[in-house]
Protein backbone atom coordinates (compact mmCIF):
# COMPACT_ATOMS: atom_id res chain seq x y z
CA UNK A 1 0.00 0.00 0.00
CA UNK A 2 0.89 3.55 -0.40
CA UNK A 3 1.86 6.06 2.21
CA UNK A 4 -0.28 8.97 0.82
CA UNK A 5 -4.02 10.37 1.14
CA UNK A 6 -5.73 13.30 -0.90
CA UNK A 7 -7.06 16.12 1.38
CA UNK A 8 -8.97 18.99 0.31
CA UNK A 9 -8.74 21.78 3.54
CA UNK A 10 -9.60 25.26 3.30
CA UNK A 11 -5.77 25.88 4.24
CA UNK A 12 -4.68 23.07 2.12
CA UNK A 13 -5.54 21.21 -0.89
CA UNK A 14 -3.36 18.15 -1.94
CA UNK A 15 -1.39 14.92 -1.28
CA UNK A 16 -0.94 14.57 2.71
CA UNK A 17 1.65 11.90 3.92
CA UNK A 18 0.42 8.80 6.26
CA UNK A 19 1.22 9.53 9.21
CA UNK A 20 0.35 12.93 9.67
CA UNK A 21 -1.19 15.61 11.94
CA UNK A 22 -3.34 18.88 10.14
CA UNK A 23 -4.42 21.49 12.47
CA UNK A 24 -7.36 23.09 11.17
CA UNK A 25 -7.86 25.63 13.87
CA UNK A 26 -6.64 26.21 18.06
CA UNK A 27 -8.89 23.40 18.88
CA UNK A 28 -9.76 21.45 15.78
CA UNK A 29 -7.13 18.94 13.76
CA UNK A 30 -7.44 15.74 11.46
CA UNK A 31 -5.07 12.82 11.38
CA UNK A 32 -4.19 10.21 9.07
CA UNK A 33 -2.82 7.13 10.40
CA UNK A 34 -2.10 3.19 8.68
CA UNK A 35 -1.82 0.32 10.86
CA UNK A 36 -0.56 -2.96 10.08
CA UNK A 37 -1.32 -6.14 12.42
CA UNK A 38 1.03 -8.87 13.30
CA UNK A 39 1.38 -11.24 10.17
CA UNK A 40 0.24 -15.12 11.09
CA UNK A 41 1.71 -18.10 10.12
CA UNK A 42 0.22 -18.20 6.48
CA UNK A 43 1.83 -14.24 6.15
CA UNK A 44 -1.99 -12.85 6.36
CA UNK A 45 -2.28 -9.40 8.02
CA UNK A 46 -5.10 -7.08 8.44
CA UNK A 47 -4.75 -3.15 7.45
CA UNK A 48 -6.72 -0.56 9.22
CA UNK A 49 -6.50 2.96 7.63
CA UNK A 50 -7.63 5.40 10.03
CA UNK A 51 -9.14 9.22 9.41
CA UNK A 52 -9.54 10.63 12.99
CA UNK A 53 -11.17 14.21 13.83
CA UNK A 54 -10.65 16.31 16.51
CA UNK A 55 -13.07 19.22 17.65
CA UNK A 56 -12.54 20.39 21.03
CA UNK A 57 -10.69 17.47 22.54
CA UNK A 58 -12.64 15.02 21.66
CA UNK A 59 -12.94 12.75 18.65
CA UNK A 60 -14.68 11.05 15.68
CA UNK A 61 -12.76 8.13 14.20
CA UNK A 62 -13.50 6.86 10.54
CA UNK A 63 -11.67 3.67 10.27
CA UNK A 64 -11.54 0.85 6.80
CA UNK A 65 -10.27 -1.90 7.58
CA UNK A 66 -9.28 -5.30 5.67
CA UNK A 67 -8.85 -8.46 7.19
CA UNK A 68 -6.34 -11.26 5.95
CA UNK A 69 -4.43 -9.49 3.52
CA UNK A 70 -2.15 -11.86 1.83
CA UNK A 71 0.92 -11.06 -0.59
CA UNK A 72 -0.83 -11.74 -3.24
CA UNK A 73 -3.51 -8.62 -2.46
CA UNK A 74 -6.17 -11.16 -1.61
CA UNK A 75 -8.74 -9.89 1.10
CA UNK A 76 -10.73 -11.85 3.36
CA UNK A 77 -13.28 -9.15 4.03
CA UNK A 78 -13.53 -5.23 4.85
CA UNK A 79 -15.06 -3.59 7.68
CA UNK A 80 -15.96 0.66 7.69
CA UNK A 81 -16.47 1.79 10.72
CA UNK A 82 -17.49 4.92 12.34
CA UNK A 83 -16.66 5.31 16.36
CA UNK A 84 -17.95 9.26 17.56
CA UNK A 85 -17.28 10.25 20.58
CA UNK A 86 -18.11 13.45 19.52
CA UNK A 87 -21.70 12.83 18.52
CA UNK A 88 -21.92 11.03 22.36
CA UNK A 89 -21.00 7.57 22.50
CA UNK A 90 -21.86 5.97 18.77
CA UNK A 91 -20.53 3.31 17.01
CA UNK A 92 -21.05 2.18 13.36
CA UNK A 93 -19.95 -1.03 11.61
CA UNK A 94 -20.55 -3.08 8.82
CA UNK A 95 -18.24 -5.48 6.51
CA UNK A 96 -18.24 -6.61 3.15
CA UNK A 97 -17.16 -9.43 1.42
CA UNK A 98 -17.12 -10.82 -2.74
CA UNK A 99 -19.06 -13.74 -3.24
CA UNK A 100 -18.22 -16.87 -5.40
CA UNK A 101 -20.08 -14.98 -8.60
CA UNK A 102 -17.94 -11.49 -7.69
CA UNK A 103 -20.80 -10.11 -6.26
CA UNK A 104 -19.98 -7.88 -2.97
CA UNK A 105 -21.71 -8.60 -0.81
CA UNK A 106 -22.80 -6.13 2.32
CA UNK A 107 -23.61 -7.30 5.83
CA UNK A 108 -26.20 -5.07 7.54
CA UNK A 109 -24.91 -1.97 9.99
CA UNK A 110 -24.69 -2.58 14.07
CA UNK A 111 -25.05 0.34 15.82
CA UNK A 112 -23.94 0.69 19.48
CA UNK A 113 -25.43 4.21 20.71
CA UNK A 114 -26.15 5.53 24.42
CA UNK A 115 -29.07 8.03 24.43
CA UNK A 116 -28.26 9.75 21.41
CA UNK A 117 -30.66 10.13 18.22
CA UNK A 118 -30.31 6.89 15.20
CA UNK A 119 -32.45 7.22 12.31
CA UNK A 120 -31.87 4.76 9.53
CA UNK A 121 -34.13 4.55 6.20
CA UNK A 122 -33.56 1.90 3.17
CA UNK A 123 -34.52 2.36 -0.29
CA UNK A 124 -34.17 0.53 -3.87
CA UNK A 125 -34.35 2.07 -7.12
CA UNK A 126 -34.03 0.90 -10.86
CA UNK A 127 -32.36 2.67 -13.57
CA UNK A 128 -33.43 2.88 -17.08
CA UNK A 129 -32.20 -0.52 -17.65
CA UNK A 130 -33.15 -1.97 -15.04
CA UNK A 131 -30.36 -2.08 -12.59
CA UNK A 132 -30.92 -2.22 -8.74
CA UNK A 133 -29.60 0.38 -6.46
CA UNK A 134 -29.87 -0.55 -3.02
CA UNK A 135 -29.40 2.97 -0.33
CA UNK A 136 -29.27 2.91 3.08
CA UNK A 137 -28.72 6.02 5.11
CA UNK A 138 -28.05 6.57 8.90
CA UNK A 139 -28.55 9.99 10.80
CA UNK A 140 -26.95 10.24 14.34
CA UNK A 141 -26.27 12.92 16.40
CA UNK A 142 -28.08 16.05 18.44
CA UNK A 143 -28.95 19.84 16.81
CA UNK A 144 -25.13 21.27 17.31
CA UNK A 145 -23.22 17.65 16.62
CA UNK A 146 -24.46 15.49 13.83
CA UNK A 147 -23.40 12.51 11.37
CA UNK A 148 -24.53 10.63 8.32
CA UNK A 149 -23.02 7.70 6.98
CA UNK A 150 -24.35 6.35 3.45
CA UNK A 151 -24.54 3.04 1.64
CA UNK A 152 -25.05 2.53 -1.99
CA UNK A 153 -24.47 -0.28 -3.76
CA UNK A 154 -24.95 -0.82 -7.73
CA UNK A 155 -25.86 -4.28 -8.88
CA UNK A 156 -23.79 -5.63 -5.88
CA UNK A 157 -20.74 -4.78 -7.85
CA UNK A 158 -19.85 -1.20 -7.04
CA UNK A 159 -20.55 0.01 -3.31
CA UNK A 160 -19.84 3.68 -2.18
CA UNK A 161 -19.73 4.80 1.55
CA UNK A 162 -19.82 7.80 2.58
CA UNK A 163 -19.16 9.75 6.02
CA UNK A 164 -20.35 13.24 6.62
CA UNK A 165 -19.75 15.07 9.77
CA UNK A 166 -20.90 18.28 11.09
CA UNK A 167 -19.95 20.44 14.83
CA UNK A 168 -21.43 23.93 14.94
CA UNK A 169 -22.14 25.92 17.89
CA UNK A 170 -24.59 28.77 16.08
CA UNK A 171 -27.80 28.48 14.07
CA UNK A 172 -28.94 29.91 10.41
CA UNK A 173 -30.11 33.09 12.48
CA UNK A 174 -27.08 33.94 13.92
CA UNK A 175 -23.27 34.50 14.16
CA UNK A 176 -21.47 31.36 15.80
CA UNK A 177 -18.98 32.35 18.08
CA UNK A 178 -17.63 28.71 18.77
CA UNK A 179 -16.08 25.62 16.61
CA UNK A 180 -17.59 25.03 13.39
CA UNK A 181 -16.55 22.42 11.54
CA UNK A 182 -17.81 20.01 8.64
CA UNK A 183 -15.83 17.58 7.15
CA UNK A 184 -16.17 14.29 4.70
CA UNK A 185 -14.60 10.96 3.55
CA UNK A 186 -16.24 8.67 0.80
CA UNK A 187 -14.94 5.46 -0.24
CA UNK A 188 -15.63 3.50 -3.14
CA UNK A 189 -15.31 -0.24 -3.68
CA UNK A 190 -15.61 -2.24 -6.87
CA UNK A 191 -14.30 -6.04 -7.95
CA UNK A 192 -11.89 -6.70 -10.37
CA UNK A 193 -10.35 -10.42 -10.94
CA UNK A 194 -11.76 -11.42 -7.69
CA UNK A 195 -10.28 -8.87 -5.38
CA UNK A 196 -11.27 -5.51 -4.07
CA UNK A 197 -10.47 -2.53 -5.58
CA UNK A 198 -11.23 0.39 -3.68
CA UNK A 199 -10.79 4.68 -4.01
CA UNK A 200 -10.35 6.99 -0.70
CA UNK A 201 -11.66 10.60 -1.72
CA UNK A 202 -11.13 12.63 1.27
CA UNK A 203 -11.70 14.16 3.71
CA UNK A 204 -12.62 17.20 2.67
CA UNK A 205 -13.90 20.45 4.40
CA UNK A 206 -17.18 21.62 3.55
CA UNK A 207 -19.42 24.85 4.41
CA UNK A 208 -21.44 24.10 7.43
CA UNK A 209 -24.07 25.29 5.91
CA UNK A 210 -23.66 22.77 3.14
CA UNK A 211 -23.70 19.51 5.16
CA UNK A 212 -26.97 20.79 7.26
CA UNK A 213 -28.58 20.87 3.93
CA UNK A 214 -27.62 18.30 2.96
CA UNK A 215 -29.09 16.07 6.52
CA UNK A 216 -31.66 17.77 5.80
CA UNK A 217 -32.41 16.65 2.21
CA UNK A 218 -31.75 12.84 3.17
CA UNK A 219 -34.07 12.97 6.10
CA UNK A 220 -36.58 14.27 3.95
CA UNK A 221 -36.28 11.89 0.65
CA UNK A 222 -34.62 9.01 2.06
CA UNK A 223 -31.96 8.90 -0.24
CA UNK A 224 -28.57 10.03 -0.49
CA UNK A 225 -26.73 11.78 -3.44
CA UNK A 226 -23.08 13.83 -3.35
CA UNK A 227 -25.06 16.45 -5.13
CA UNK A 228 -27.25 17.04 -2.39
CA UNK A 229 -24.75 19.08 -0.65
CA UNK A 230 -24.70 22.45 -2.82
CA UNK A 231 -21.00 22.63 -2.07
CA UNK A 232 -20.52 19.27 -3.85
CA UNK A 233 -23.15 20.21 -6.19
CA UNK A 234 -21.42 23.47 -7.60
CA UNK A 235 -17.46 21.73 -7.33
CA UNK A 236 -19.27 19.10 -10.24
CA UNK A 237 -20.38 22.04 -12.18
CA UNK A 238 -16.77 23.47 -12.24
CA UNK A 239 -18.01 26.32 -9.85
CA UNK A 240 -14.63 26.08 -7.50
CA UNK A 241 -15.23 27.58 -4.39
CA UNK A 242 -15.65 27.93 -0.79
CA UNK A 243 -18.64 29.25 0.74
CA UNK A 244 -17.44 31.67 3.65
CA UNK A 245 -19.13 30.51 7.01
CA UNK A 246 -18.77 33.87 8.67
CA UNK A 247 -21.69 35.49 6.27
CA UNK A 248 -25.50 35.00 7.13
CA UNK A 249 -26.37 34.30 3.21
CA UNK A 250 -25.46 30.61 1.75
CA UNK A 251 -25.11 33.12 -1.98
CA UNK A 252 -21.71 34.64 -0.64
CA UNK A 253 -18.98 32.93 -1.31
CA UNK A 254 -15.01 33.11 -1.29
CA UNK A 255 -11.94 31.82 -3.58
CA UNK A 256 -10.35 28.76 -3.44
CA UNK A 257 -7.07 29.82 -0.98
CA UNK A 258 -4.29 30.50 -3.85
CA UNK A 259 -1.61 28.97 -1.36
CA UNK A 260 -3.05 25.51 -1.89
CA UNK A 261 -1.55 23.01 -4.06
CA UNK A 262 -3.70 22.70 -7.77
CA UNK A 263 -6.62 20.15 -7.64
CA UNK A 264 -5.12 18.51 -10.86
CA UNK A 265 -1.96 17.67 -8.46
CA UNK A 266 -0.90 14.17 -9.59
CA UNK A 267 1.80 11.60 -8.79
CA UNK A 268 2.09 7.99 -7.48
CA UNK A 269 2.94 7.07 -4.42
CA UNK A 270 4.46 3.12 -3.63
CA UNK A 271 6.09 3.54 -0.30
CA UNK A 272 4.57 0.88 1.52
CA UNK A 273 4.56 -2.13 -0.77
CA UNK A 274 3.50 -5.27 0.24
CA UNK A 275 6.44 -7.62 -0.43
CA UNK A 276 7.11 -6.15 -3.43
CA UNK A 277 3.66 -6.80 -5.27
CA UNK A 278 3.45 -3.32 -6.91
CA UNK A 279 0.30 -2.63 -4.36
CA UNK A 280 0.86 1.30 -4.70
CA UNK A 281 -1.31 3.63 -4.60
CA UNK A 282 -2.08 5.85 -7.62
CA UNK A 283 -2.74 9.38 -6.23
CA UNK A 284 -4.47 11.58 -8.85
CA UNK A 285 -7.18 14.57 -8.76
CA UNK A 286 -6.95 14.61 -4.33
CA UNK A 287 -8.10 10.59 -4.83
CA UNK A 288 -6.11 7.79 -3.30
CA UNK A 289 -7.15 4.17 -5.19
CA UNK A 290 -5.81 0.82 -4.10
CA UNK A 291 -5.72 -1.50 -7.02
CA UNK A 292 -5.18 -4.86 -6.99
CA UNK A 293 -3.90 -7.00 -10.02
Known amino acids: MGNSLGVVLDNYTGSAPIPCHLPLGASTSIDLDRKLGEKDDAGVVSETWCVSYTVDKETCDVSLIRHGVDQHGNVEKVEFVVSDWLCGIIHGKFCMVITETNYIRIDPCEWVSLDEFLWTKAK?????????????????????????????SKKNTVVTVA??????????????????????VVAKFGVSNGKFEIRVEGPEQHPVSALLFLFDEVRRTGIWKPTMCPHCDHKRRGKLFWQSESEDSDSVSIPVPTRATPRNARGVSNGGRFRGNGNGNIYENNIMVFKRR
Open 124 to 152: RSYDARGGVMDTTVHLYGSESKRGLLAVE
Open 163 to 184: HYFVKTSGTSFCRSTGTNIALS
